[in-house]
């Protein structure tokens, strides 16, 4: 990754993060009314954010973010934990066996069975008692300051909300059925603004497999 590629990473993770922590801020402290339909379009807005963080967490995976790996690897942390208590060594390390047993037993993120089965398995493979409690601990905290359905509605809602996009666009979508490639993986058709509403272009999912080397945001040119 040439120096231009890698201050532009560093800017994109810079403003996914920025972003996703300006809008849960001030969604936390809104005196908002419930028939107020700003506030629906909020946790859609809110669950996008928290999508985007996972998928930073998942460039610096692939080192993508910085040619400084400490530097990258520091994003990564920063934004696996803050979307929702999670270690970024563990994920790091499922998420390589993703690429290397694609479709298999060993693929931490593939389950030959429906939806809710694979979903279900796909969750208990990466949430552990830790992480469970670091979030409980941390919703506490929160509460100090925090009107406590501000935190169900934009805190909790819009994680558990990202989880079902980033599973359904960027695991379930592209890997379920048979494939007539090596990487068994099956691709949005051509249209980049729904690529990126859905999971940040990760519905171009043979393409990043292809190339799992090319950032979030340059994953349109592939196709």
């Known amino acids: 990754m040439d120096n231009k590629k890698s201050w532009i990473g560093l800017g994109v993770a810079t403003l996914v993060i920025s972003c996703w922590f300006i809008s849960l801020y001030c969604l936390l402290t809104w005196h908002f009314s419930w028939s107020n339909p700003l506030v629906y379009l909020m946790v859609l807005v809110q669950m996008h954010l928290y999508t ?29 934990f803050l979307y929702a208590g999670f270690f970024y060594n563990s994920l790091y390390t499922k998420h390589h066996q993703h690429h290397n047993h694609v479709h298999t037993a060993n693929d931490p993120d593939f389950a030959p069975h429906g939806f809710w089965k694979w979903y279900f398995r796909f969750m208990l493979n990466y949430v552990t008692v830790i992480q469970l ?18 935190l169900l509605l934009f805190w909790v809602l819009p994680s558990l909300l990202s989880t ?8 379930y979508l592209p890997h379920k059925g048979e494939h007539d490639n090596e990487y068994h993986s099956t691709t949005l ?11 940040y272009f990760f519905g171009y999912h043979l393409e990043h497999h292809q190339r799992p080397a090319m950032p979030w945001w340059q994953l349109y040119k592939a196709k």
């Open 189 to 199: 058709k051509k249209n980049h603004f729904i690529a990126f509403i859905t999971c």
């Open 133 to 150: 409690v670091i979030m409980a601990v941390t919703y506490n905290i929160l509460k100090i300051w925090a009107s406590e359905k501000n």
């Open 52 to 80: 985007g963080l996972f998928i930073t967490a998942h460039d610096a995976m692939h080192g993508t973010i910085s040619n400084n790996r400490k530097v990258n690897n520091l994003f990564g942390f920063l934004a696996v």
């Open 164 to 171: 079902f996009q980033l599973f359904y666009f960027g695991t």
